[in-house]
């Protein structure tokens, strides 16, 4: 009896061992980055409530064999009553390497939709905590094997399910702003 529970503790290991290296396998990297936001550095004012508020441009390369489409989510895990999202995308053109400064405000890319963010709004708003304390915001792009059809009134609740299942690789970097006292 005992080695029969051992022999059957080893099977379910090696089987979740076996689950996590699939899902690895399955989901690839990618670097993202920003020209005007340096990874682990201040966020500049012109993409923050102290300035104009406007989206950072942002750059990738080398999303996995099979995207049909990406995903874009800014939060700030920091926030006083939990993760607060600023700007959710989807349907950024596969091809795609880049958006460019103020594309929310202006122009965005062909079949690319927004989100309403927690600002109620749709669209980005950048960082704008609460005076005091450092917080970090997060970029995130999800590339995904389909294209999304969702309705324009959607949070990130609803963005978060719609991706279950399709994400193929994700590229991140985050970055500092804090309003001082």
């Known amino acids: 009896m005992k080695q029969q529970k051992k022999r059957w503790c080893k099977i379910a ?3 979740l061992v076996l689950i996590a290296v699939a899902a690895t396998a399955q989901s690839a990297d990618f670097p993202l980055s920003s020209p005007a936001i340096e990874p682990g550095r201040t966020i500049p004012d012109a ?3 102290k300035g104009m508020n406007i989206s950072p441009p ?3 390369s080398g999303t996995p064999k ?5 995903a874009l989510m800014v939060d700030d895990p920091d926030a ?9 995308a989807w349907n950024i053109p596969a091809g795609s390497t880049r958006l460019l400064k103020g594309v929310s405000k202006n122009a965005l890319p062909e079949k690319m939709a927004e989100g309403i963010n927690d ?3 749709p ?6 905590p609460p005076p005091g304390r450092i917080h970090h915001y997060r970029f995130t792009l999800y590339a995904l094997d389909t294209l999304l059809d969702l ?4 949070t990130r609740a609803g963005l978060d399910d719609a991706l279950t299942g399709h994400i193929i690789g994700t590229a991140r970097f985050s970055a500092l702003f804090s309003i001082s006292r």
């Not at 099979?66 to 990406?70: A, E, I, R, V």
Request: aromatic content about 16%; glycine content about 12%.
């Open 13 to 15: 290991v090696a089987a």
């Open 151 to 154: 309705p324009a009134q959607t």
């Open 80 to 88: 006083p009553s939990g993760t607060f999202t600023h700007w959710i």
């Open 119 to 121: 600002f109620h709004r």
């Open 66 to 70: 099979g995207t049909k489409s990406l």
């Open 47 to 49: 993409f923050t409530c």
């Open 58 to 60: 942002l750059s990738w």
């Open 123 to 128: 669209g980005y708003n950048g960082p704008c």
